[in-house]
């Protein structure tokens, strides 16, 4: 029998917060009490420990950005445990590296960050993996999952080379590495049944057993809001930031969390679930030849493959696997060479859908075989650019519109206009993904400094505002670049707002066309180099967020210029010292 809404929350509320193994007592406890009422259920033991010899440890590793390999570590401790199986878990930032020629068995669930980098918290185990203290590892067995982005040249490229040093290294595989695409759920729970063959029960000899209810583990996933069960919000307000005459379209976007229970921090992302463009959707299937009435296979369900198209599979962008597989679907052998070499096709694939596939690339697949190459359907993640305290039971956004002409037809963002065309009243389906690296210092008196270009301002808005309401003044310094000043200051209302009240205390701007000569945020931040420097000398917090391949990498320049300028550093002490801070945490990057 369904649980009604508020027994749903009671449950819900029951469960929030439990650690892995606290849900794997509760699962044999909640079985104990069916029993009860159904004599006819088998009895499922509640998971108290039995003492027994020692068996093979298993000790799990995770490095994550957002989360995402943080969540499928949890779930395989919580998979080991319920076999009866001995396993710890620790993030990278947290273990010593040292101790891995003491391991028998690690298992890492990593994640790439960036341009093929590994997450901030796992950056010091890797360089000191990578360099010459690294020990012999012949006695130790591993196995590795890496998460990535296919969208991204560097795929899965962090989750790779852990998994080759620890080869070189000595060390045994016991399953090969898997490289997980961002629809990772099914190929993550596969390969972490396939490790939990491979590892022992401690019941086999006497030791720890654990019973986890199938049921009870449904509860505790549905505990928060996803993208498979997400917060229909309310659109309560959408204004237009940049003004006429402006080469963008920029949005502010309020919506309404009012009983919906979700608690975020600044710094956290709001994931938009959409469908695709219906026209979009129509094109495809005319390139393809292919009816909208016919029956596909979508994750083991049957559906009709406009529905498919329109709202569950991605089509606005295309990566290089994807390239690859259907250019060998199609028997291509021209469009497969260049799919392969990384050097051709890179500003191709950064601006084409999949109407240009379809059109440049002629094929007859069938409607299965469409839908099998193309990626699910994502939301998109957007920076929260609202304050919890100053902005209660409201989340806002910072979107800019997408929409360029390539191969001859305009293309649309998909999300973003989506949401522009979101109507007061009318409701998206949102959930909120933690963002843990990148948050404020636990201290509220402590220095930051914000650079950020365009929308990679949003999350600097969540955090000078919740500083406000915090009532903390000053030590804050905001850099914010754009193209004009006229057109596109975003919130200019509101930073001069903040800077009255004293909870910005200084802010620099770049506005790049405003003058022949381009200035970017990197420019004021290297003009005032002895003020930064003497700033992060006092404890000063750095946040980026925007643009990785240009912003990010220009202002990490920059911060290692100041360093050797101001710092009196060489250029390989500079580089250590900003190493540092990330491992510090006192340097984060929101990159895309």
């Given at each position: 029998?369904?649980?009604?809404?508020?027994?749903?929350?009671?449950?819900?509320?029951?469960?929030?917060?439990?650690?892995?193994?606290?849900?794997?007592?509760?699962?044999?406890?909640?079985?104990?009490?069916?029993?009860?009422?159904?004599?006819?259920?088998?009895?499922?033991?509640?998971?108290?420990?039995?003492?027994?010899?020692?068996?093979?440890?298993?000790?799990?590793?995770?490095?994550?950005?957002?989360?995402?390999?943080?969540k499928v570590a949890e779930q395989l401790l919580a998979r080991l445990h319920a076999?009866?199986?001995?396993?710890?878990?620790?993030?990278?930032?947290?273990?010593?590296?040292?101790?891995?020629?003491?391991?028998?068995?690690?298992?890492?669930?990593?994640?790439?960050?960036?341009?093929?980098?590994?997450?901030?918290?796992?950056?010091?185990?890797?360089?000191?993996?990578?360099?010459?203290?690294?020990?012999?590892?012949?006695?130790?067995?591993?196995?590795?999952?890496?998460?990535?982005?296919?969208?991204?040249?560097?795929?899965?490229?962090?989750?790779?080379?852990?998994?080759?040093?620890?080869?070189?290294?000595?060390?045994?595989?016991?399953?090969?590495?898997?490289?997980?695409?961002?629809?990772?759920?099914?190929?993550?729970?596969?390969?972490?049944?396939?490790?939990?063959?491979?590892?022992?029960?401690?019941?086999?000899?006497?030791?720890?057993?654990?019973?986890?209810?199938?049921?009870?583990?449904?509860?505790?996933?549905?505990?928060?809001?996803?993208?498979?069960?997400?917060?229909?919000?309310?659109?309560?307000?959408?204004?237009?930031?940049?003004?006429?005459?402006?080469?963008?379209?920029?949005?502010?976007?309020?919506?309404?969390?009012?009983?919906?229970?979700?608690?975020?921090?600044?710094?956290?992302?709001?994931?938009?679930?959409?469908?695709?463009?219906?026209?979009?959707?129509?094109?495809?299937?005319?390139?393809?030849?292919?009816?909208?009435?016919?029956?596909?296979?979508?994750?083991?369900?049957?559906?009709?493959?406009?529905?498919?198209?329109?709202?569950?599979?991605?089509?606005?962008?295309?990566?290089?696997?994807?390239?690859?597989?259907?250019?060998?679907?199609?028997?291509?052998?021209?469009?497969?060479?260049?799919?392969?070499?990384?050097?051709?096709?890179?500003?191709?694939?950064?601006?084409?859908?999949?109407?240009?596939?379809l059109r440049e690339f002629a094929g007859k697949p069938s409607a299965q075989q469409?839908?099998?190459?193309?990626?699910?359907?994502?939301?998109?993640?957007?920076?929260?650019?609202?304050?919890?305290?100053?902005?209660?039971?409201?989340?806002?956004?910072?979107?800019?519109?997408?929409?360029?002409?390539?191969?001859?037809?305009?293309?649309?963002?998909?999300?973003?206009?989506?949401?522009?065309?979101?109507?007061?009243?009318?409701?998206?389906?949102?959930?909120?993904?933690?963002?843990?690296?990148?948050?404020?210092?636990?201290?509220?008196?402590?220095?930051?400094?914000?650079?950020?270009?365009?929308?990679?301002?949003?999350?600097?808005?969540?955090?000078?505002?919740?500083?406000?309401?915090?009532?903390?003044?000053?030590?804050?310094?905001?850099?914010?670049?754009?193209?004009?000043?006229?057109?596109?200051?975003?919130?200019?209302?509101?930073?001069?707002?903040?800077?009255?009240?004293?909870?910005?205390?200084?802010?620099?701007?770049?506005?790049?066309?405003?003058?022949?000569?381009?200035?970017?945020?990197?420019?004021?931040?290297?003009?005032?180099?002895?003020?930064?420097?003497?700033?992060?000398?006092?404890?000063?917090?750095?946040?980026?967020?925007?643009?990785?391949?240009?912003?990010?990498?220009?202002?990490?320049?920059?911060?290692?210029?100041?360093?050797?300028?101001?710092?009196?550093?060489?250029?390989?002490?500079?580089?250590?010292?900003?190493?540092?801070?990330?491992?510090?945490?006192?340097?984060?990057?929101?990159?895309?």
């Amino acid at each position: 029998m369904l649980l009604s809404p508020q027994q749903f929350q009671q449950v819900s509320g029951a469960v929030r917060g439990l650690t892995p193994a606290q849900l794997a007592w509760v699962s044999g406890y909640l079985s104990g009490l069916t029993r009860q009422f159904d004599e006819t259920l088998p009895v499922a033991p509640a998971a108290f420990p039995v003492a027994g010899a020692a068996t093979l440890k298993t000790t799990i590793l995770y490095g994550s950005q957002t989360g995402n390999s943080k969540k499928v570590a949890e779930q395989l401790l919580a998979r080991l445990h319920a076999q009866g199986s001995e396993a710890v878990l620790a993030n990278l930032k947290d273990y010593r590296p040292q101790q891995l020629k003491k391991e028998q068995r690690i298992v890492a669930v990593i994640s790439t960050h960036g341009n093929g980098e590994p997450p901030d918290d796992a950056r010091a185990f890797f360089n000191f993996l990578q360099g010459e203290r690294a020990p012999r590892l012949d006695s130790l067995e591993y196995a590795v999952l890496a998460l990535g982005d296919s969208s991204y040249e560097e795929f899965c490229q962090t989750g790779q080379a852990l998994d080759q040093r620890l080869a070189e290294l000595g060390a045994q595989r016991l399953l090969e590495r898997v490289d997980c695409d961002v629809d990772f759920a099914a190929p993550a729970s596969d390969w972490q049944q396939q490790l939990a063959g491979k590892t022992p029960s401690a019941l086999e000899s006497g030791g720890i057993h654990f019973h986890v209810n199938p049921v009870a583990a449904q509860v505790a996933q549905a505990n928060e809001y996803t993208a498979s069960y997400p917060f229909r919000a309310e659109l309560l307000n959408s204004i237009g930031l940049t003004d006429t005459g402006s080469d963008k379209d920029v949005l502010h976007l309020e919506l309404s969390l009012e009983d919906s229970g979700i608690h975020y921090q600044p710094g956290d992302i709001l994931a938009v679930s959409f469908d695709n463009e219906a026209a979009l959707v129509d094109e495809v299937l005319h390139l393809a030849g292919l009816p909208g009435s016919e029956r596909v296979q979508v994750s083991g369900v049957e559906t009709d493959l406009y529905s498919a198209l329109r709202h569950q599979r991605e089509l606005t962008s295309v990566t290089r696997r994807q390239l690859k597989a259907y250019a060998e679907l199609i028997t291509h052998p021209e469009l497969l060479a260049a799919a392969q070499d990384k050097t051709v096709l890179q500003d191709w694939l950064y601006a084409a859908d999949w109407a240009d596939v379809l059109r440049e690339f002629a094929g007859k697949p069938s409607a299965q075989q469409l839908v099998d190459v193309l990626r699910p359907l994502q939301p998109r993640q957007y920076s929260i650019a609202s304050s919890p305290e100053a902005h209660p039971d409201e989340v806002h956004l910072l979107v800019k519109r997408v929409e360029y002409a390539f191969q001859g037809r305009e293309h649309l963002g998909a999300g973003s206009n989506w949401l522009a065309r979101l109507q007061a009243g009318e409701a998206a389906s949102v959930h909120v993904k933690p963002n843990p690296n990148f948050k404020l210092p636990t201290d509220p008196q402590a220095k930051v400094i914000m650079i950020g270009a365009g929308t990679g301002v949003a999350p600097f808005r969540s955090f000078l505002f919740e500083r406000e309401a915090q009532g903390v003044k000053g030590n804050s310094w905001l850099f914010f670049g754009e193209q004009h000043f006229r057109t596109d200051f975003l919130y200019q209302t509101e930073w001069q707002q903040l800077l009255a009240s004293g909870a910005l205390e200084r802010m620099s701007v770049a506005f790049s066309r405003d003058q022949a000569e381009k200035i970017y945020v990197q420019h004021r931040l290297q003009e005032s180099g002895a003020d930064v420097w003497q700033w992060l000398q006092q404890g000063a917090h750095i946040y980026v967020c925007g643009d990785m391949n240009r912003m990010a990498k220009d202002v990490h320049q920059a911060l290692l210029q100041i360093a050797v300028q101001h710092g009196g550093k060489a250029e390989e002490e500079a580089s250590a010292w900003l190493e540092q801070l990330v491992s510090e945490r006192r340097y984060q990057r929101d990159v895309y």
